[in-house]
Nanobody, 114 residues
Framework: QVQVVESGGGLVQPGGSLRLSCTAS????????VAWYRQAPGKQRELVAT???????NYADSAKARFSISRDNTKNTVYLQLNNLKPEDTAVYYC????????WGQGTQVTVSS
């Protein structure tokens, strides 16, 4: 079983930044894709960004201008940089490691509020 651990969430004021981390032992595999999702209260989980083993990235339209996904295979970690955060970015952010199956973490809470 692959263990996925997210971290880096917290309370931040509008306009602030956070860097989320997702760590799993298989992330360094070139076959592994890693996606970040988020789920706000009362809403469905939505895809934010994906990074593939090749380094190619995809973003939701809402994330393109302000968020950045990257990976450090030496640390088995994928990062999601969140910039210029808005109250509507408040959600639990989940990491999905895709390697033959989907492996999910427990999520990390991001709250944007003044």
């Amino acid at each position: 079983q692959v263990q996925v651990v997210e971290s880096g969430g917290g309370l931040v004021q509008p306009g602030g930044s956070l860097r989320l981390s997702c760590t799993a032992s298989v992330i360094s595999s070139r076959l592994a894709a890693v996606a970040w999702y988020r789920q706000a209260p009362g809403k469905q989980r939505e895809l934010v960004a994906t990074i593939f083993g090749s380094g190619r990235t995809n973003y939701a339209d809402s994330a393109k201008a302000r968020f950045s996904i990257s990976r450090d295979n030496t640390k088995n970690t994928v990062y999601l940089q969140l910039n210029n955060l808005k109250p509507e970015d408040t959600a639990v952010y989940y990491c999905d490691v895709q390697l033959g199956a989907n492996y999910w973490g427990q999520g990390t809470q991001v709250t944007v509020s003044s």
